[in-house]
């Protein structure tokens, strides 16, 4: 478990964080969306399912705000222990 955070500096640094790894989640969802285009046939209802994910990441990292330190630990919690779907292929 993290420590307190006493600095405006630790706190910042830790909500650039939790936006990097919604970035991270939202640059997946992008290549797997790609990947779903590139199909013959598409599946539309998977290419639905994936806007709304991407689209809900976006708004989880507006609405995220710097000085919620709490929401920025969960965050980073949520998103940094995810395997990524990809990494099979690396």
Same mark, same amino acid.
């Given at each position: %478990?993290?420590?307190? %955070? #006493? #600095?405006?500096?630790?706190?910042?640094?830790?909500? /650039?964080?939790?936006?990097?790894?919604?970035?991270?989640? %939202?640059?997946?969802?992008?290549?797997?969306?790609? *990947?779903?285009?590139?199909? &013959?046939?598409? &599946?539309?209802?998977?290419?639905?399912?994936?806007?709304?994910?991407? #689209?809900?990441?976006?708004? /989880?990292? /507006?609405?995220?705000?710097? &000085?919620?330190?709490?929401?920025?630990? /969960?965050?980073?919690?949520?998103?940094?222990? *995810?395997?990524?779907?990809?990494?099979? &292929?690396?």
């Amino acid at each position: %478990m993290l420590r307190k %955070m #006493t #600095t405006p500096y630790e706190v910042g640094v830790l909500y /650039e964080l939790a936006r990097e790894l919604i970035g991270g989640r %939202m640059s997946i969802i992008a290549a797997e969306l790609g *990947r779903e285009r590139a199909r &013959d046939p598409i &599946d539309e209802a998977c290419i639905s399912r994936l806007k709304s994910a991407s #689209t809900a990441l976006f708004l /989880e990292r /507006e609405n995220l705000r710097s &000085d919620d330190l709490a929401a920025v630990l /969960e965050v980073i919690a949520k998103y940094s222990r *995810r395997k990524s779907p990809l990494s099979h &292929d690396l």
